[in-house]
Every structure is written in C-alpha cells, then in structure tokens.
C-alpha cells in the first residue's frame, strides 16, 4: 500500500468509538502501544506504557508482543526497531521527526569524530540511527550524568548531539567533554523575561527544568531532571505549583498523579505554542487506528545498521541496569 496514498483513501467511520477500536486491535494482533510523555493526553490514556526514552528503551527490549505501535518520533521507532529487530514496528506518521535528531547529520559528525581520534563517543539517545553506529555508549536525560562519571577523569569524551544537556553534564561532573553544536527546538524556545514575570504571578510556584533548556534558562530552576525525574519530584514535593519548562504533554501525567497541585508551562519566547513538539504532535487517535488496522507506516532497517547502532544502545542498558535506573 502507498503510505501517502492509503492515508488519504482511508476515511475512519466518524461513528467509531476509537478508544474501543484501538483496544480491540491491540488485543486481536497482540500489539503494544509505547508513548512519550510529550504526546497528547488522548494517547497516553491508550497507551500500554508511558515513559521517557530510557524506559521506552527498556520497554521495548523486553516486549513479547507482535507489533510495537511506538507514538512518538521516528529515532524511538528506530531504538524500538534495534533493540527488537523480529518485531513488527509501526510509526504512525513517518514524518514524526526531531529537530534535535536533524541537528546532526551523520557525515558532518563522522568527520568531527574523526577531528578527536582520542576521543571517546557518548550520543544522546535523541538521534538517527546512523550517528548510534558512529557511538561508543548512548545515554539519555536520566542516566547521562552517571554513566559520564562511570568514566576515568582524563579520558576524552565527545557529547553529542544536544549542547545544552552537554554543557550541563560537563558543570555538574566537572569534565571538558567537546560538544556538538545541536539543539531542541522546544527547550530553546523559552524566555527568560518571561519565566520572570510568570515567577513573579506565581511566588511559591517551583520551577522544573529539562537540562535540554538552555544554561541562562536552568539558573532559574529549582529542580532540573529528566520528564521522568520531573514527574517523580512533583509527586513527591509538597509545594502546590509548579511552572514547568520542558515539552508540555508532562502536565497530562503530572495533573493525573497530583491532581490538586497547579502546573503552568513555562512561556516562549513568542506568541505561538512552540513549548509543544510539532513532530511529537502529528501522532492522532486516527493515525494510530489506521497504523494497527493496516499494519503501517511500518519501520523498517537494514540488518546491518541494526547490529551497529545495537552495541552502544546495550551499553547503555546494560550500565543503567548496573547503575539501578
């Protein structure tokens, strides 16, 4: 079937309970629903396990399910795809990209690796395939800071591809690791000026950072951490607001695990909603029903790009297992 084409001669039956409809499929073709927390609530309400990328990572080694529905992005469709080459996964729109991931091209960074041949390659899990073939260990927000540190003090390292998740490493364990010039455009979106006011509205509101935020940003947090270790502080502190500076599909689960607490986003820098992803947000209830009905867009690679960006990826599992994340 033409994805492009299917897409559009597929009319869904505006009748169709799609909550209903998506757990019939799911149950019928023994298919698992992997979602990011920065999808939308609709989503996440259907999914079998929501989480960031290190425990969709986890998720998706452990799964014994047919077909991997993964709503997210496609370098999640890809890590899901690696870490479980026989299983069938689908994305359900393959033009769920990352602006982060685009910020890396994996020619331009072959030749920089080759620039620091002494070097060491640790990636944010935020990236193609092909820039995990040129890693030594991929990390992620939640594990990055330990498994820098699992390293000698001298030994040279190059972090790629987010600057500012670098820059933060490298101020909270003192090391001088070289940084690739790319970004998030949703942390890189946020005000200052604006961030100020808003604290200024709301004086007891605690501030929560993503460390992908820009360095001038995260002088302002009172907590920075992974979507993950966000969730977890808000649940467990007992201040009653919070402003939140990362991608704003959080604030679903953070409103269902604190429901009496008060969670703002974080302002941008302009007037659009450019704090919510535009390539987390093309995944649809509709998209998703069309993607287990007809089994596609399914992600698909070749084996020898499987087995080389495979080894990094274990890496890290493997030293967040011994690390206990």
């Known amino acids: 079937m033409n994805l492009e084409k299917g897409y559009l001669e597929k009319k869904i ?22 979602a990011h927390y920065y999808q939308d609530a609709d989503i996440q309400d259907i999914a079998d396990y929501i989480g960031d990328s290190l ?39 393959l033009k769920a990209g990352c602006s982060l991931a685009d910020s890396c091209p994996a020619d331009e960074f072959s030749a920089f690796k080759a620039a620091h041949p002494d070097h ?19 990390v992620t927000s939640t594990n990055a800071v330990q498994i820098v540190e699992s390293f000698p003090k001298d030994q040279k390292i190059i972090f790629a591809p987010d600057k500012n998740l670098g820059a933060y490493i490298n101020k ?21 000026e604006k961030l100020i006011k808003l604290k200024a509205q709301h004086p007891k509101a605690l501030i929560l ?5 820009e360095a001038h940003i995260l002088e302002y947090a009172d907590f920075i951490g992974s979507t993950t270790a966000i969730l977890n502080y808000s649940k467990k502190s007992d201040a009653q607001e919070f402003i939140v500076l990362t991608e704003t599909g959080i604030i679903h689960q953070m409103q269902k695990a604190s ?10 820098n302009n007037s ?5 992803c535009p390539h987390m947000k093309l995944n649809t209830l509709e998209k998703i029903y069309i993607a287990l009905k007809y089994e596609q867009p399914e992600l698909l690679m070749s084996d020898e790009m499987i087995e080389k960006s495979k080894l990094p990826i274990t890496k890290m599992l493997e030293l967040s297992a011994k690390f206990g994340l």
């Open 13 to 34: 039956d505006s009748s169709l309970d799609l909550f209903k409809e998506i757990a019939h499929l799911k149950k019928e073709k023994n298919a698992i629903i992997l």
């Open 55 to 93: 425990g969709l990572a986890q998720q998706a080694e452990k799964t014994t399910a047919k077909i991997i529905l993964f709503a997210g992005v496609h370098f999640m469709a890809e890590t899901a795809k690696i870490l479980n080459p026989k299983t069938k996964v689908l994305l359900p729109d």
């Open 120 to 138: 060491i390659v640790l990636t944010y899990i935020n990236c193609t395939a092909d820039i995990k073939a040129l890693s030594d260990v991929i």
């Open 172 to 192: 909270i364990t003192g090391r001088d690791m070289v940084l690739w010039n790319g970004s998030c455009m949703v942390h890189e979106i946020f005000s200052a």
């Open 209 to 213: 950072a993503h460390p992908e935020c």
């Open 259 to 268: 429901p009496t607490k008060t969670f703002i986003p974080a302002p941008p």
């Open 272 to 276: 659009c909603a450019c704090n919510d």
